[in-house]
């Protein structure tokens, strides 16, 4: 069935710094690839989202790139600030049951000041 | 606009006991989800619904049923609950498949 693993599950990074999370997924067809991030105790909130007729997206201080070939996506955050601590989750939606969307297992991102 | 209401924000249930948690949106959205959440395991999909009238199984349907009598509203049932199916439950919607999903703040159950 439909797959996203996502790594690493945790990820700590000095302030300034950057940080990468890499997600692949199983089903070669999926189309939509989004990032939600969750702060403690709060829901999920989307962060950014590319689709599979695109290899890049920028958002100032975040950008995804997708490797459809190697059916891999990830999300880059850049000058990293204590802010950005939170769980980040991949998703995608499988061509197979385009209705579903599945969510990697998150990325618990700790900025050190 | 409210975006997403669940109802309750918490629960405590005892094992064998029934209860039905309510999703509410008005944003007109045709789809509607139900995750839940456990600690190093992401949100996992258990039933959605792509219009009213209309549901169908996640990854982990198993203990759960849903109905979907109005558009706006999604409803999540626990039959017969169990110390399993203690969790954070997040309902969610969008415009479709690949439309971003806005979120409820979520229902805490704790099943004893």
């Known amino acids: 069935g439909e797959n996203v693993e996502q790594h690493p599950s945790t990820l700590s990074v000095q302030e300034g710094d950057s940080a990468v999370i890499k997600c692949t997924y199983s089903?070669?067809?999926?189309?939509?690839f989004p990032w939600y991030k969750q702060e403690l105790g709060k829901r999920p909130q989307l962060i950014i989202d590319i689709r599979s007729n695109v290899g890049e997206k920028k958002d100032q201080r975040i950008a995804v790139t997708l490797n459809k070939t190697a059916k891999h996506f990830s999300l880059h955050i850049t000058e990293t600030q204590p802010e950005d601590s939170a769980v980040y989750f991949c998703a995608a939606t499988p061509y197979s049951s385009a209705s579903k969307i599945i969510f990697g297992s998150g990325t618990r991102l700790s900025i050190r000041p | 606009n409210a975006g997403v209401t669940q109802t309750p924000k918490f629960r405590v249930l005892k094992t064998g006991q029934s209860m039905t948690l309510l999703c509410a949106q008005d944003m007109n959205h045709e789809y509607m989800y139900w995750y839940r959440q456990d600690p190093g395991m992401g949100l996992r999909l258990i039933h959605y619904?792509?219009?009213?009238?209309?549901?169908a199984k996640g990854e982990v349907p198993d203990g759960y049923n849903v109905s979907r009598l109005k558009k706006q509203n999604f409803l999540l049932g626990l039959e017969s609950a169990a110390p399993s199916q203690t969790s954070v439950y997040f309902c969610a919607s969008s415009l479709g498949s690949d439309s971003p999903l806005h979120f409820g703040n979520g229902t805490r159950l704790t099943v004893t």
């Open positions: 089903d070669s067809a999926s189309n939509y």
């Open positions: 619904s792509v219009g009213e009238g209309t549901t």
